[in-house]
C-alpha cells in the first residue's frame, strides 16, 4: 500500500497532479491514496516536496533523494558510451565478483515495466555454466539438423518436433537463413568437443551468464539494456546470447533446468565477463531511418 504521512502532507497536490491512474484525491486539504487502482510506480514518493509518502510494500530505505552531482550525465558521454559499447567475443580467464553481477541485476530491476508489473526475473549462471553449455550446444546441434531435414524435406515452414524439441515454425524467407544457422550450429557443437577451451563459440570462455526471464518481452529486452550499459561501467563485457534464448527456449529440459517460471518467457541472455580484446574507435552504423511527420 502507498501511505500518506498526513503529519508531513501539505495538501499541495502535486502527487494528486502525478498520479497517473488517478487514485489519489485531497480530503480536508491532505492527499489521501485510495490504493484501488494504484500500480504502485511510486511516482507519488518521488514527487512529493514534504517527503510525506511511502509504500508499506517496499523497502523505504532504498529511496535516494535527488542531488545533481550523483544523478546526471553528461549527454555527449552518455551517447560516446553507448557508441563504445561492443558486443565482446573475446574474455578473460577471470571470475566474475557476485556483487557486480547483482549490481548489474539492479540496473534491471530499476527500468521501467509495462504497467509497473516488475514481471522480470534474473537467472545467473556461474557454477553450473559447464553443464548447461554443453546442453545448449548439443540442443542448436539438434536444431540445426532438424532444420537442415525440413528444409530437404521442403516441409521446412511446418512446426518441426524432434525428440524433446519444439522449434517454432518458419517462413520460407527465414529458411534460408536457418539453413546457415543449421550449419553454424552443427559446427559449434562438433568443433566444441573436439577442442573445448578453442572453440567455445557459445560463451566464449566466459566466467558467467544471466538470463533475463519477463512476462512482456519489451520489459525484459528493456532491463536487459540497462544491465548490459551497467556491467560495461563495471568493466565488463557482455555479448547477447540470441543461440542461447532460441536452444533454451526449444528445448524443455533447458527450461527444467533453468527453473523457468510459469507465465515468463526467456528473453535474453547475457554473457558476461572481463574482455580480452581493446577497441580503439568506434563502428560506423546505417543512417538512422526516421519520419517526422
Ligand atoms: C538480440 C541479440 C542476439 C544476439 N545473438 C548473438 C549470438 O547468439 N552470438 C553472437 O556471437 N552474437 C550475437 N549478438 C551480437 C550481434 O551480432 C552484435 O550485436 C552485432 O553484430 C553488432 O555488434 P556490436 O554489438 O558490437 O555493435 C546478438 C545481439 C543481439 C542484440
Known sequence: MMIVDIKKCTGCRKCVAECFPRDIEIINQKAKIRNISCIKCG?????CPANAVYSSEYDMSEVKNYNQEDFTIEADKLLNFIKFRRSIRQFKNQDVEDEKLLKIIEAGRFTPTGSNLQDVSYIIVKKRLPELRIKILSTLKQMGESYLAASNTQDGGQQTQQNT????????AQQALYKRYAEKWISMYDEY???PQANDRLFFNAPAIIVVTAQAAISGGLASTSMELMANALGLGVLFS????????????ILEFLGVKEGKDIISCLVIGYPKVRYFRTVPRKKADVTWK
Open 43 to 47: 511516482h507519488c514518493i518521488a514527487v
Open 165 to 172: 524439441l519444439t522449434l517454432p515454425a518458419t517462413t520460407t
Open 193 to 195: 568437443q573436439a577442442n
Open 242 to 253: 540470441g543461440y542461447f534464448v532460441r536452444a533454451a527456449r526449444a528445448n524443455k529440459e
